[in-house]
């Protein structure tokens, strides 16, 4: 078939970069354009973006003109990479004006007609496509992918909860400094030092979580009642989000089980077709001392949860440990697969 | 007064040249003895010693000859940085010839008779030495100080205990690498990345916190019975442990109850007046994103504890994240707080 | 003595706050005023500083009120670490109004009649205040500290350069993160890597490192005519600027010669006895694989610069490294290290 | 064509581990034997090595049996990544027995017999492998190659030579920690430090450069006679090592020639059309601030050095910064090109 044009919106910034990447080799979508902030508007890529990946500017992208954010692109499917105040301006004009929004930004992540989705986890939640259409008489539509350290821990708790119930969690995040974008935090605060409680950050994962987990009722979204409390920390770590939690369950699993439980963890059709979903979502490694995010947050090209250290809590049930690579699965990637998924089920269609 | 005869026994390690450096300029304390192992044993300390802190060997001490770990030491206080499994065998040895040893080993912090110390918390443990009198009939004493996050666990949660009764506790912890001594963590093991489920650690910590916040009752330690669930992680981070809590309470306390509590935090006569005490154990910090290992571990000259980020939990209590420096009050510096606590309470006299 | 008013001008930034610490304790000065930019002026300093610094601001300092920088600060010297942009500026209005104006910044290094100082290397340079006097009508004065590499290679080179005639110097730099300021170098550009090729400092190296070494004629100063080529690379440290150079000699010493001329060094009357000054401004370390940054840039509270690795180069005659304290010695305590010598030297009277 | 069975020596340290990792998928090799140290002799590999690289061990490697290194091995060609010592006794044996011996250890690499060699910089003094038949008997040879950053080095200066002549270089490193094996640094040692002066680095890499930019002359190899003055640091980087160096030509080009001469560098067939040969062996980058080890190291697979920054001395001609990967260009994949080479020259028929 034809690829798909679509447009990555905010390019110049980090998530974009990874945008950019990912979306050079794509078999489905192909760029057909970058857009990014007044003093970027009319440059080339490759002069106004400070290229902070490794490796280079995919060379066909590198020549690409930076345009404006608006309802003129030449695409049918658009990533928001946007800061949260723009995207809350720019996201609905654009699904109002019929474009695919698959957002990484949080501004919408929370509205009751606009699906937050990790594929494997809630593929379902699409249904409330229905009811944004319904309420705001869009062509277009509008998806988001949650929070980075969101998304580890719900792969992680998902598997376990359809299986034994997850009733209570304690989480505490050691959070990579990519999440906090580029420039983001300067090496003479973070260099060996921990910065804990990371503004407003908690809240949000424990909401997102909840969202994820919920379970759809007569097209609506019922959010999960689990109780959760997080602790975050920001850490001197470039990629790669580490979680530790202990949970409580309904129906209390052995290790054994619980680890039966998450590596045998699939999404429902057509996820594991999909060109960027991973063949085990979530994998567990059993050596000591593992997951690690040095080690681990590749796993799968960076979209596969690795899990490990898992044993019993001498409170509630299990503490595990687990790892999620926050700017490939936690962000672009995640964003592309939700935008996969759309095509998959027949969204992107004019 | 004359100062104390003391030695450090494997003073060629990590912890054995902090308590070198420490013991050069204090006040009541003079180096008369530095033992290591065979390797070193009859060498000139600067040549045979690898010193891995910041700053200079302290002249005074630099030309000592290292001697043999044996009952001929001419001392009346020793200081113990031995291996576990050396310390075993040496430190009764040494206690049965009449030394006083303040070991920071962790081979008898579990014994019914062995007091496990941090003055400020349980002093009143000491008490525990008229047993250990009695039991082994030696002329010397043993005293313990604890695992080094222990130490700062255990002083974040005693004032809360005194006040509010602590029933539960969720902690995280984030451990610094010179934890693990030296050479420890290679580079490429730690830079960038996180090594969780510290061998051993969590169950240390667990058990010696229940010690420490245990009460004496007619001249036995009854442990705290609160419950804990401790995960470990290693950091990079060069010094300073930073645990993250959530605390259930038999009385809870408002934030604002817990920052009184814990500011207002004294230990009893005579260990505000020592040498090594710092004026305030447990420091509170307002500021957003506060402790911080490397901005708050040399607080009162790595004596204090600092704690922060004090918050509402939602399932527990209150929330909060603390920070000692673990090679100062959670290792030498500790031990030589318990060393000044016996002179002070009269049992180094002869 | 009473104490002298001083100002910190750019008391906000990361070089303003050395001095603010510095200053805190000074026996000679006190601070009276402390400026800021548009943003911060009229506010408190502890409110609207983001203290960079381990510890904390000293108290009796932090309810300060920041103010503008202009002629009405309350103060005879005043401290400049504001950008050179600002300095050009502000600091011959201050001279012009009766300041003694002791800068950092880069903005008059290389004017004729303003000396660029370290006083252990030419205080007799302050000579030139004559000249500027004439040229200027200045009844204030302005006298400035070097660049923090160019202080800690020239350090190593004049004492080599009075006994031996340096004639040819190739320098490669290792330099601190904290020599960009705050918020400088992001976590994400220099974790475990290294950038090349610091714009523009080669240059700033080469020449100033030629006007220190340069000697008086005449009431004028006359550069140094030795030969130097330095290349520059930002590295993964904090503190502490590391130079590994190689010298063509006029007169070659051996390397112990070279030892003893370094170990020798001392400035010339008034300098030893001022409050900064260190007893040697230079230490060598005959260990192997010294100087270290983060082992030796304390050395002498951050005055002394050291040096190691002293042997003989295949090409040339001697190759050797040396480290500074590139906030200390080589910034803030290095300009009040002027200010020190300026009031010995009579230029405070009114 | 069937694939060669080949075997790894020492293939549980740090560089036979990335052998391992590079052979799983070698389109001419597989591996057919992993040896070990006694302590591992025996054990199924994956139980027996602690894996450090990022990844797993290749599936198909994992539960090989580690064997000894001796003369009954079941492979033709063998890589040696052992220590100097075993080398110097092993490596002959091996020869001697009709293995083709592709060594990484420095052990021989001076012996004149020895080809010391990178294929694009000189694959002609493979014809020393007559003299060595004819020195030695044996009906198995042995080839070396050099140093992880005199390859960087080399591979910079030849095209220069080849060019405009080498004269005189002065160079200063800037090595990984990853070239120091593992465990190698602890984290204790290099974190936010440099360690300037590693112990016999800079004459190795000066003899070893000398040798590679030498020519053949009669069947004799007469090593180049430029001038090399070169010291040493280990700095906190994973992998790339970097090197600054400044150049002295017999023919000064510009910097435009330079980048020229380096960019259209390629080796002389048949090494172009190697499995592991990169397309260009010397990548020239034009932005300020490059190369840099993390965003340049893994250049065609790790295989081409990065040289940037390339400016006048103002001593010399020319300055520039250079970087090599260090475990793969530089050891490992070095290593395998060497065999590649013997292979297509013929070497390893039977």
Redesign the interface.
């Given at each position: 078939m034809d690829k798909i044009p679509v447009a990555v919106l905010g390019a110049t910034g980090?998530v974009g970069q990874r945008f950019v990447q990912l979306l050079a080799d794509h078999p489905w979508f192909e760029i057909s354009a970058l857009t990014g902030s007044e003093r970027t508007v009319g440059g080339v890529y490759r002069e106004v973006c400070r290229w902070?990946l490794?490796?280079d500017i995919p060379p066909e992208i590198s020549e690409m003109v930076v345009s404006t954010t608006d309802a003129s692109l030449p695409a049918r499917i658009v990533f928001s990479a946007l800061p949260n105040r723009v995207a809350r301006q720019v996201e609905p004009t654009l699904a109002e004006n019929g474009y695919i929004v698959c957002s990484n930004a949080s501004a919408f992540r929370q509205e009751p007609d606009v699906p937050l989705i990790i594929p494997e986890v809630n593929s379902d939640h699409l249904a409330l496509l229905e009811q944004q259409r319904g309420n705001r008489g869009w062509p277009g539509l509008l998806v988001t992918s949650p929070n980075c350290t969101a998304t580890g821990l719900v792969m992680t708790l998902k598997p376990l909860h359809d299986a034994f119930g997850v009733a209570?969690v304690?989480a505490?995040t050691?959070q990579a400094?990519?999440g906090a974008g580029?420039?983001?935090?300067?090496?003479?605060?973070?260099?060996?030092?921990?910065?804990?409680?990371?503004?407003g950050e908690a809240e949000k994962i424990?909401d997102e979580t909840r969202l994820l987990l919920g379970r759809m009722d007569a097209g609506q979204r019922v959010a999960g009642d689990m109780?959760?409390?997080v602790?975050t920390?920001r850490?001197?770590?470039?990629d790669g989000h580490?979680v530790?939690m202990?949970i409580k369950f309904d129906r209390p699993p052995s290790p054994e089980e619980a680890v039966k439980a998450l590596s045998g963890f699939r999404g429902p059709d057509p996820v594991p077709g999909l060109p960027s979903a991973p063949a085990q979502p979530v994998l567990v490694r059993s050596e000591?001392?593992?997951?690690?995010?040095?080690?681990d947050r590749?796993a799968a090209a960076g979209m596969a949860v690795t899990v490990?250290?898992i044993q019993p809590?001498?409170?509630?049930d299990l503490?595990m440990?687990s790892v999620v690579h926050n700017t490939l699965r936690g962000a672009a990637s995640g964003s592309i697969l939700n935008a996969e998924l759309l095509v998959a089920e027949g969204y992107a269609k004019n």
């Open positions: 980090a902070v490794n490796g209570q304690f505490t050691l400094v990519s580029y420039p983001g935090v300067p090496y003479l605060d973070i260099i060996e030092n921990i910065i804990p409680d990371i503004h424990q109780e959760l409390s602790q920390n850490v001197p770590v470039f580490t530790n202990t000591p001392n593992r997951p690690q995010p040095r080690r590749d490990g250290s809590c001498p409170i509630l503490r440990v």
